[in-house]
């Protein structure tokens, strides 16, 4: 390889005479060694899992990575250092001076002065192969190790900057996060949604959000349904208008994948390459068009209209379904598609009357997008106290909803909300087909593997 002479000679110089004392090594990852600006031989220590090892007759070459990027650094050592026991996967400490490449490949490389083996990997017996290219479907098998593969890597890292895209998306308006937190001293459940306690909340802070685990016990193996998954949930108060919900609803969209496509582009583009070619020109026609409205009496005459053969036929009063949504987002041309004004007897208590007789419609919000379908749900809430005691008394839920009735009794204020299913936006960003791949551990009807 280039400068394999001179860099021997580097390396021999120091293995094969006493070394002066240096100051202890500065701890860096492979990120931040990467992107490091002082490559003049400062001393640092590298830690993580081997990816390739490539030996020649008196120069070996590694490629160390520790999850903080989808590069590795490479590692150049005296053929010494070679051993059975650095072998692809695994885990090692590297010492040495961080350095300019000579290689076009990489700007900087490790010139390791000493290398220890943490912990030995079986290459034979381990289900990932150097240079193999899995299946997500056979990855999925082994939940416990499939995170140390380039595109679960990843996946994991964009699923990481999206979620502080979130967090800061609504930090800067001084909204509070809420935890969802249980103590069971009565009858208690997983909760399926944190938007009856965030209301609590709206009624003492005008904005709140919280992001956390919810969980339903959906009997489907679907590639859209988990019993376990992520949701973001907002709640704003003095909200008069579904147009200012939907308009912090394209917001958080739009500001959370610019974030991701800026500060993880590398493991965005893995994605797209292997799994979704054409999706970066998708996401580019979500961002650069405002996102359309139509009413659901408008969604039901399109797909009636549709010459399409739907398996359950639309008709108003009735759920639309997968089918029907990512049809109504292919006839908006993939731009994405806020469906608003569903029948009152389709959705919950808590949304708001429409009050437009003989329809009777709810002013309730559904973001449909190119290759999901919903992904955001919402609606302005019912603030006002006799419609809500109506609505509770005909479901029969009037005594153990007394508590949310008095939130309209003490102060009420016109508000809304929704909530984003966190695992079909990724999917919607990286072109994942099945929704049990944008998660650390899937769990689903007949399967808790961990």
């Not at 961002?287 to 005459?301: D, G, Q």
């Amino acid at each position: 390889m280039f400068g394999a002479g001179c860099l021997l000679r580097a390396l021999r110089s120091c293995s094969s005479a006493p070394c002066p004392r240096h100051k202890p090594s500065a701890k860096l990852s492979v990120r931040d060694a990467l992107r490091a600006q002082n490559t003049s031989g400062e001393r640092v220590k590298v830690q993580g899992w081997i990816r390739s090892v490539r030996s020649q007759k008196e120069v070996l070459f590694l490629h160390v990575n520790d999850g903080s990027s989808l590069e590795s650094l490479q590692v150049v050592a005296d053929s010494s250092f070679d051993s059975r026991e650095l072998a692809f996967g695994s885990s090692v400490e590297v010492q040495g001076q961080l350095v300019k490449s000579p290689s076009k490949r990489q700007n900087v490389e490790l010139k390791a002065e000493k290398i220890e083996v943490v912990g030995n990997c079986d290459v034979k017996t381990f289900p990932f192969k150097y240079k193999e290219r899995h299946p997500l479907e056979y990855m999925r098998q082994y939940p416990h190790l499939r995170c140390r593969t380039n595109v679960l890597g990843s996946i994991l890292r964009v699923r990481s900057e999206a979620t502080a895209a979130i967090h800061s998306f609504f930090k800067p308006s001084s909204k509070m996060k809420v935890s969802e937190e249980n103590f069971f001293n009565v009858p208690a459940f997983l909760t399926v949604s944190g938007q009856l306690h965030l209301e609590v909340m709206s009624g003492a802070f005008t904005q709140v959000f919280t992001f956390g685990p919810t969980f339903r016990a959906e009997n489907s193996q679907s590639r859209r349904h988990l019993a376990e998954f992520y949701m973001v949930e907002a709640e704003i108060s003095f909200v008069e208008s579904l147009q200012d919900l939907m308009q912090v609803m394209e917001g958080l969209f739009k500001t959370t994948l610019m974030m991701v496509l800026s500060n993880c582009p590398e493991d965005v583009e893995l994605c797209h390459k292997f799994i979704a070619p054409g999706q970066k020109d998708r996401l580019e026609h979500m961002l650069k068009n405002n996102f359309l409205i139509m009413s659901y009496t408008e969604a039901v005459e399109i797909l009636k209209k549709a010459s399409q053969n739907f398996t359950f036929t639309p008709e108003w009063g009735a759920d639309l379904h997968t089918e029907h949504e990512k049809y109504l987002v292919k006839h908006c041309g993939n731009i994405p598609v806020f469906v608003i004004n569903y029948p009152l007897v389709l959705k919950p208590f808590y949304m708001r009357d429409n009050e437009d007789s003989p329809q009777h419609t709810v002013a309730a919000v559904d973001l449909l997008v190119p290759g999901v379908g919903e992904l955001f749900g919402g609606s302005l809430r019912e603030e006002r106290y006799h419609f809500l005691e109506q609505q509770l008394a005909r479901l029969g839920l009037t005594e153990a909803y007394q508590w949310y009735l008095d939130l309209r009794r003490f102060g009420s204020v016109p508000h809304g909300g929704f909530g984003m299913g966190f695992e079909r936006y990724l999917q919607c960003i990286l072109g994942v087909d099945n929704i049990k791949d944008v998660i650390p551990f899937p769990r689903f009807t007949h399967s808790c593997l961990l």
